[in-house]
T-cell receptor
């Protein structure tokens, strides 16, 4: 089992819709969780950190479920510009482990 | 945050040659990281570079193949030695800014797209 797993997608979503995807992790001792966004042929950029109490930034909400060992990302009122690959990142044994990403395509 | 630049942005190289990638940061940072990302794949950490000490390599990566320099707190280089087509990938450097540790938020350079023929 991979340490960090994501559904690769693609998720094809109409503009304005709400979309959510999860990321599961295997190390129950993990403490740091992040969502990064990576546009095609670009470097990853931090979208948001995920705290135990959750985190909300505008249309984006991230949640942590320690019992089931997953984090989630919810995007409301999706925009065409939200099309990207979303990478889940979790710490394990003092390093960051990167998921392979979930590809999101927002269609007009 | 940090502003990170990498050179070259892309290169096409012949098998058996070596390429050195430079990474420059606009502020002093303790830890710099070198990653590789194959198309459609997740990021794989190659090594962690601390100023004044030997780089720490991850399983599957060795210093002879990927020598790293870290001469000061704002600069690092990664060399891909004796290249083969399997080394074709995007190479990314990153820095941890907030707490500076290996599990803190990381910021990335724009990457170097390497193609080995």
């Amino acid at each position: 089992r991979k340490e960090v797993e994501q559904d690769p997608g693609p998720f094809n979503v109409p503009e304005g819709a709400t979309v959510a995807f999860n990321c599961t992790y295997s190390n129950s001792a993990s403490q740091s969780f992040f969502w990064y966004r990576q546009d095609c042929r670009k470097e990853p950029k931090l979208l948001m950190s995920v705290y135990s109490s959750g985190n909300e930034d505008g249309r984006f909400t991230a949640q942590l479920n320690r019992a089931s060992q997953y984090i989630s990302l919810l995007i409301r009122d999706s925009k065409l510009s939200d099309s990207a690959t979303y990478l889940c990142v979790v710490d394990s044994n003092y390093q960051l482990i990167w998921g392979a990403g979930t590809k999101l395509i927002i269609k007009p | 945050s940090a502003v990170i630049s990498q050179k070259p942005s892309r290169d096409i190289c012949q098998r058996g040659t070596s390429l050195t990638i430079q990474c420059q940061v606009d502020s002093q940072v303790t830890m710099m990281f070198w990653y590789r990302q194959q198309p459609g794949q997740s990021l794989t950490l190659i090594a962690t570079a601390n100023q004044g000490s030997e780089a720490t390599y991850e399983s599957g990566f060795v210093i002879d193949k990927f020598p790293i320099s870290r001469p000061n707190l704002t600069f690092s280089t990664l060399t891909v030695s004796n290249m083969s087509p399997e080394d074709s990938s995007i190479y990314l450097c990153s820095v941890a800014v907030a707490g500076g540790g290996s599990t803190d938020t990381q910021y990335f350079g724009p990457g170097t797209r390497l193609t080995v023929l």
